[in-house]
């Protein structure tokens, strides 16, 4: 293979590989900003790569001429869209508009001898592209926008932990492996002095960012490609294998005994299936442990006992929560008693007062029971314990917990619920769950000054109860999964809080849905069948 036939199908691979792996994360969330994003770049790359390997083989200068022309202006928006990508991975506000205006405007010289002034031989290859007076600004733009989305990530890194912290660091090593290794065709445009040896490795960026979709789910992709792709791909070549080896023990039956069997390849293929099996299930573990260093039940069960004790971990946040607003409804009773104590020593012979303080201590000791009996039954781990449950007084009582956090964070709370008397048959501990969770996501979304509203009613023998806040919403490409576990836009969450709360919801027999638009606001509202007074 010479050197320019090397070029040539490196350039092919980068090109295949690269449109390939960008098609199939826009299909797995078309809907996705960043999977958009990302088959964009995608396929400039692959437009750009798979012109360039083209170029090398033709042999027509007008042709070349105008595919190198065509492949340039693809590839000047590479970087731009690269950190736009980059920036709406990390949620990151960047106005990228002049940006935009600089490489289109850019891009409408790509066509002129401003951009390329022509193709010559240069080193191996029979044409390569020689700049033109404006051709300086791409490696320039490519430059900026590149570092640009490095120092983004960059700064990610330091700022996480744990498995964000390795993804960022993937996507940056993909980075800078593509992009560095891209920089080396610009020289030879000024000069036929460097061999842009870098053309044969850009494929590599595609090795990285394959690896942190299976081994970080990067993209939203979670585990579920090991089923849909690596096992298909791996029965789909066991299948290859299996059916070469019965043609080739055909064959041997026909050089040997001189005649075709239709009894022996029947007996041929029943054995190499069931020789195949132990072969097959050999292969699936080596490919689990490969990818996920780890067996196919091992993995079914380290999931398992994460998602436990995440669930745990939520629950004794909501108690946390709950035992916070609690300390504020101790304050009250507590506050009385140490009053009456500081006039137990002038008063203690006073008939009345010793009546009245008896009385006291009585009524806020059973307060104060009360409360902590409370706490204990919520955080109780039980079965649903279902009765009659006066909702409004439950909202409100829980609305009272959240007091501090509402002054804290300077967020106007209100409650309109008038249920007409409607019975609602539900766990009230679980009840005050779904409240405590919906109302602590609605306290982090919503900026200071913001408002949140709770709202109930009555319709069709149904509660509706709905919780709306003016603050940041839920990202589109987040909403379809909201309630799966582990799907979270926190920083800081763990993505079980409304898997938790949509599991309660069922079991009441009720229904959960949410309305969100991004810097507006989210409602959750959640419908609970009554049940009819006697």
């Not at 960008?22 to 770049?41: A, D, T």
Request: proline share 4%.
């Amino acid at each position: 293979m010479t050197l320019l036939q090397l070029y040539t199908f490196s350039n092919t691979l980068n090109a295949f590989v690269s449109t390939s792996l960008g098609l199939f994360v826009f299909l797995k969330n078309p809907n996705s900003k960043i999977n958009r994003l990302w088959v964009w770049m995608s396929l400039c790359i692959g437009i750009w790569s798979g012109l360039l390997a083209l170029s090398f083989v033709s042999h027509d200068y007008i042709f070349i001429l105008w595919i190198i022309r065509v492949a340039n202006t693809s590839a000047l928006f590479i970087p731009l869209l690269y950190l736009h990508f980059i920036a709406a991975y990390l949620n990151k506000s960047i106005n990228l508009r002049p940006l935009y205006v600089i490489n289109i405007l850019l891009a409408c010289t790509g066509w002129t001898p401003l951009f390329v002034i022509t193709v010559a031989a240069k080193r191996c290859f029979p044409y390569y592209n020689t700049a033109g007076s404006v051709y300086f600004l791409f490696p320039l733009l490519y430059t900026v926008e590149t570092f640009w989305a490095f120092y983004l990530l960059s700064k990610s890194i330091k700022d996480s932990t744990g498995v964000r912290r390795k993804t960022f660091s993937l996507i940056l090593a993909s980075g800078v492996v593509g992009f560095v290794f891209g920089a080396t065709s610009f020289p030879l445009c000024y000069t036929d002095s460097f061999e842009p040896f870098g053309l044969h490795f850009v494929w590599l960026y595609c090795l990285f960012v394959t690896w942190a979709i299976f081994r970080y789910q990067l993209f939203d992709i979670h585990l579920i490609i090991r089923k849909s792709l690596i096992y298909s791909l791996l029965i789909t070549l066991l299948t290859i294998g299996y059916f070469g080896v019965i043609y080739g023990v055909e064959r041997l039956f026909q050089n040997s005994l001189g005649y075709r069997s239709l009894g022996i390849s029947l007996t041929a293929f029943a054995v190499m299936a069931v020789a195949f099996q132990p072969l097959k299930t050999s292969i699936q573990r080596l490919v689990d442990w490969l990818v996920f260093r780890s067996t196919q039940e091992e993995l079914g069960k380290r999931m398992e006992l994460l998602e436990q004790q995440a669930l745990q971990n939520e629950k004794l946040k909501a108690v946390s929560t709950m035992a916070a607003g609690m300390a504020h409804e101790i304050k009250n009773p507590l506050t009385i008693l140490q009053t009456y104590a500081q006039f137990v020593t002038e008063k203690h012979t006073d008939p009345a007062f010793a009546k009245e303080l008896q009385e006291t201590l009585s009524t806020e000791t059973r307060r104060i029971q009360g409360i902590v009996q409370d706490l204990l039954d919520f955080a109780k781990p039980k079965a649903p314990h279902m009765q009659p449950v006066d909702l409004a007084q439950l909202i409100q009582s829980t609305v009272n917990l959240f007091s501090g956090e509402f002054l804290k964070h300077e967020i106007n709370c209100s409650v309109d619920c008038n249920f007409n008397s409607a019975l609602l048959q539900a766990d009230p501990d679980q009840m005050r769950q779904i409240l405590i969770n919906l109302i602590q996501n609605a306290i982090d979304a919503t900026p200071s000054g913001g408002k949140i509203s709770i709202e109930g009613s009555t319709h069709n023998k149904e509660v509706v109860l709905k919780i709306s806040d003016t603050g940041k919403g839920i990202p589109k490409h987040l909403l379809p999964k909201i309630f799966d576990p582990f799907v979270t836009g926190k920083e800081t969450g763990n993505g079980l809080g409304l898997t938790m709360v949509y599991s309660i919801v069922q079991a009441h027999h009720a229904t959960i849905q949410v309305d969100s638009a991004p810097g507006q606001g989210t409602t959750f509202t959640v419908r609970l069948p009554t049940i009819e007074a006697d």
